[in-house]
């Protein structure tokens, strides 16, 4: 009985129902909007550190000044004794790259990091890249636009640098605008790991890192670590969480944070907006409650008549919220909005914006509503029912 009347009386009042379910339904789609843009920012940084900058697993020295052997037979049979997915070597150095062509308006040289990789061990970096050929040739390099730029060179110019061999002459092979762009990549420059490791170490096997996909929890530290032991004395395994590039990820932490805290307080914010409004559309009813009293219902029947309103017009606004956010999500995702070049870029970078759905997202902040609506507005609401018949008349 008191569902149906509460129905009957939110229908009559429907102007202050209305309010409540507008408000309700902005606060769930701001909020389900911003966690799915979380999503999207924490799928994007997961795409760069586990696909083109790192993997589950890096294999280092275990100082600077070190350097891992890795032949083809070391690297084989790390990936089967392991049972892991892909096992990649690399070399990473700092260099200095320096147009021989270069006018007075360039700089004399770029500092760069060269990254030195098996072409077909790398499809997530060479596809990132755009690189089209099978395999890298020596004696070329490929160029992130950014650093064609600073130098002022095109595809087929050359480039030089200093190695242990000497002076080395590189011939640009590609300039590359990274499908998933970030200041990290803007000073990269991708070449044969072979070739590099020859110019470098005097030594094609010699790499600086090597990356492991596949394995994790701390059964697998224990295997890999075991086989790097055996590998290589002077090498250590760190988690990705471990590495120094995974400070990557840090960007998207902040915009984590940010976005859920802003729209969190801009939740509560409404919620309690929304104990003003209904309290005030209760004060201006007294005489409907003193009817209701007359004809014998209790304090306490009054109050959760009135609260039944509440949940009937938060659930109206909620489930309204749920369906203007999936619209909302769809059309953002149909758009293809690109993020390149934008406010969304977040220095990890992105690509095309695309919302995540997150279901369980949906129910944080209707549970959340309630709560807080619930505590704070029992109290005032059952005191007013609990005001004797005369003085309701009198409030009237």
């Not at 550190?49 to 049979?77: E, M, R, Y």
């Not at 605008?177 to 020859?198: G, H, K, N, T, Y």
């Not at 007359?294 to 109050?303: E, L, N």
């Not at 203007?324 to 220095?347: D, G, K, P, Q, R």
Request: aromatic share 8%.
């Amino acid at each position: 009985m008191n569902l149906r009347f509460s129905i009957l009386d939110a229908f009559y009042y429907r102007r202050e129902a209305v309010g409540v379910v507008i408000q309700v339904m902005m606060g769930i789609l701001i909020f389900v909007i911003a966690l799915s843009f979380v999503a999207t920012v924490r799928s994007n940084s997961d795409d760069l550190l586990f696909g083109t900058v790192g993997g589950h697993w890096l294999i280092q020295p275990q100082t600077k000044q070190d350097v891992l052997s890795a032949n083809s037979a070391t690297l084989a049979s790390l990936k089967q004794s392991s049972d892991v997915s892909t096992v990649r070597a690399r070399v990473r150095t700092t260099l200095s790259l320096t147009n021989p062509n270069q006018d007075n308006t360039r700089p004399e040289s770029v500092s760069v990091t060269a990254v030195g990789i098996d072409v077909e061990h790398e499809p997530d970096l060479v596809n990132n890249f755009g690189i089209d050929a099978e395999d890298l040739e020596e004696n070329t390099v490929v160029l992130t636009s950014h650093v064609a730029e600073q130098l002022g060179v095109q595809k087929g110019d050359q480039v030089t640098f200093s190695g242990s061999t000497g002076m080395i002459v590189l011939t640009v092979f590609a300039i590359s605008e990274p499908q998933l762009p970030s200041f990290i990549l803007d000073s990269w420059v991708v070449m044969d790991r072979s070739f590099l490791a020859r110019c470098i170490y005097n030594d094609e096997v010699r790499v600086s890192e090597i990356l492991v996909d596949g394995l994790e929890g701390s059964d697998a530290r224990q295997t890999l670590t075991a086989l790097v032991n055996s590998l290589d004395s002077s090498a250590k395994l760190l988690s990705w969480h471990e590495a120094s590039w995974a400070s990557l990820g840090l960007s998207a932490t902040i915009w984590t944070v940010l976005l859920l805290s802003v729209s969190t307080v801009v939740f509560l914010f409404i919620c309690l907006g929304l104990t003003s409004l209904v309290y005030a559309a209760l004060l201006s009813r007294v005489g409907d409650i003193a009817m209701i009293k007359a004809a014998g219902a209790s304090s306490t029947r009054t109050t959760i008549f009135y609260f039944i309103q509440i949940l009937i017009q938060y659930a109206v606004g909620y489930l309204l919220g749920v369906c203007v956010s999936l619209i909302v999500m769809t059309i953002v995702n149909i758009s293809e909005i690109s993020s390149s070049n934008s406010a969304f870029t977040f220095a990890l970078g992105s690509h095309d914006l695309r919302l995540t759905f997150v279901w369980w997202v949906f129910l944080i902040p209707f549970g959340l509503g309630m709560i807080v609506s619930c505590i704070v507005l029992w109290r005032p609401v059952h005191k007013v029912c609990s005001y004797p018949l005369l003085d309701l008349l009198e409030m009237r």
